[in-house]
């Protein structure tokens, strides 16, 4: 028995894709009734306008605020507009990355271009169908509108508008003309998060799918030794036992007997890793990084002379742990792999470097890896890391069936990568005229940027992160001697993008 969002699920998969929003899967109109003006804009016949988006909808509203950039250049009638969430093609849709609230900043000019190239060929169609000049025609709620009275809905123009070349940079409205963009809109995404159907990665239901729980090392950097599944195999509905890089992974024909069979594994880790200190341990190596040169970060005057020697000086030290990103939707990702594809349904913020990493984990070109984003229950930062597409292919190599990788709350929080620790040291001092004469702020934070570019090397030696700096060096405030500095410590705990990064802890401390 299947409910109707388990239908609804199945059958957006079977078809290849996901339904996002209210759109309909390609496949289930006839062929010829849905036209492409732009890779962002397709046009049904039957006038519904289906926008791309090329951004992760995490719950910011990426669905509905990029559809009405697009919207209100296409001018198009907005109960009649649909999204998806774009596949991973950078050919077609760009880098795809979603992070540092750039969504709109970057579609800003992208989405009004698609927008406004097809409402110009949408215009020419008209008018060539018409025999009329371009000039005499209008657009408004869908629709093209001539002086003469005639008008055409875009559905039936769109197949004609498919097939004429347009100017590479049309003209853009003014935004003292928009209509809908800048105004109040029901979000296209809440109805389905409000009755259920919406998808999210987590949701993804496959016929024929198992789902699958990692045994992974208790440190990073260590192997299996050894392991023991007889135990795991004996758990009623657990079909498979697996080896991959991070750990064993067992397979079932549900979470519950596979958490069960990985509760049951005996495992002998060979540690190769260096345990390294604990939390305050760690916190007290920073901090006697206060006392030592620092690399500079920021300076004007001569801080460290108007804040040697003089009265009235003011300072504070701060320390701030680890933080783990605890999305609401722990990371999993659904996979199918066969000998010559490999397809992934995945709740990231990158989907190209998912497609990237899909394809050298299945060991097969990229042009045979599919990517299908879906919505994100939460991502902060964290699902643009990538391992947990990793584990999942690795798995699905080994699996004849497909596979969904889900981690419990205890795996997401033990292996993140984590907001950076750090330590601050502050001194300021005011000056004759009640103003803020004199100010030194020290931050010693791990390195964010060398650990996500390049995940072999820690910290960097010649220079400050200024990814873990950020917010430090950047003061709305005048103030004639001025120094910040810092150091970007290595460490084995792995370090990442979190909401702000830099900003969160080194502005609080300022502030």
């Keep these: 028995m299947i409910d109707r969002r388990g239908f609804l699920q199945v059958a957006a998969t079977v ?47 990426v669905l509905t605020s990029l559809a009405m950039l697009l919207a209100e250049e296409l001018d198009a009638d907005w109960k009649r507009v649909e999204t998806r969430l774009a596949p991973a093609d950078a050919d ?55 002086a003469n009275g005639r008008r055409a809905g875009y559905g039936a123009l769109a197949w004609r508008a498919a097939r004429i070349v ?25 109805p389905s998060k409000v009755d259920g159907t919406a998808c999210f990665g987590i949701d993804i239901r496959l016929p024929g799918m198992l789902t699958a729980c990692v045994a992974r090392a208790p440190r990073r950097g260590s192997r299996v030794a050894s392991f023991d599944d007889r135990a795991a195999r ?46 305050e341990a760690l916190l007290d190596s920073f901090g006697a990084m206060l006392d030592q040169k620092a690399l500079v970060a920021a300076h004007q005057g001569d801080a460290v002379a ?49 497609r990237a990493v899909a394809a050298e984990a299945a060991g ?63 001194q300021g001092r005011v000056g004759p005229g009640g103003a803020l004469h004199a100010w030194h702020h020290r931050v010693i934070a791990p390195s964010v940027y060398q650990y996500y570019f390049s995940p072999r090397s820690r910290g960097i030696p010649d220079g400050l992160d200024f990814i873990s700096m950020s917010g430090a060096p950047e003061l709305p405030y005048h103030i004639p001697h001025l120094l910040v500095d810092g150091h970007t410590p290595a460490t084995a705990i792995p370090v990442g993008i979190l909401r702000s990064i830099g900003h969160s802890y080194n502005i609080f401390a300022r502030e």
């Design 306 to 354: 108007e804040l040697t020697g003089h009265s009235g000086l003011v300072s504070a030290e701060y320390a701030f742990p680890y933080i783990a990103h605890a999305t609401m939707e722990p990371m999993n990702c659904t996979v199918h792999v066969t000998p010559s594809a490999c397809e992934v349904w995945a709740p990231t913020q990158a989907p190209n470097l998912a």
């Design 92 to 146: 077609r849709f760009g880098p795809q990355v979603t992070t540092a609230s750039l969504s709109i900043f970057r579609g800003w000019g992208t989405y009004r271009r698609a927008g406004a190239m097809a409402r110009n060929r949408l215009v020419q169609a008209a008018a060539q169908a018409w025999q009329v000049r371009t000039a005499s025609c209008a657009t408004r709620d869908g629709a093209v509108h001539a």
């Design 166 to 190: 347009t100017p590479a940079e049309p003209p853009l409205k003014l935004p003292s003309t928009f209509r809908l963009a800048g105004r109040p809109q029901p979000r296209l995404d809440l």
């Design 364 to 426: 097969i070109p990229l042009a045979s890896v599919t990517v299908h984003p879906t919505l994100v229950g939460g991502g902060f930062g964290r699902r643009a890391y990538q391992d947990f597409v990793d584990e999942a292919v690795r798995i699905g190599v080994q699996v004849p069936h497909p596979v969904q990788v889900i981690w419990t709350r205890e795996d997401d929080m033990q292996y993140d990568f984590y907001r950076p620790a750090s330590r601050h040291r502050l």
């Design 234 to 279: 004996a758990v009623p509905g657990v079909r498979a036992v697996v080896e991959i890089p991070t750990g064993i992974a067992v397979v079932a024909e549900g979470f519950w007997p596979a958490k069960l069979g990985r509760e049951a594994l005996v495992i002998q880790w060979e540690d190769h890793a260096d345990a390294g200190p604990d939390s």
């Design 15 to 61: 078809a290849g894709g996901l339904v996002v929003g209210f759109a309909l899967p390609l496949e289930s109109c006839s062929p010829g009734s849905i036209s492409s003006l732009d890779p962002l804009v397709e046009i049904a016949t039957d006038g519904r306008v289906i926008v791309y988006i090329t951004a992760t909808e995490m719950g910011q509203g």
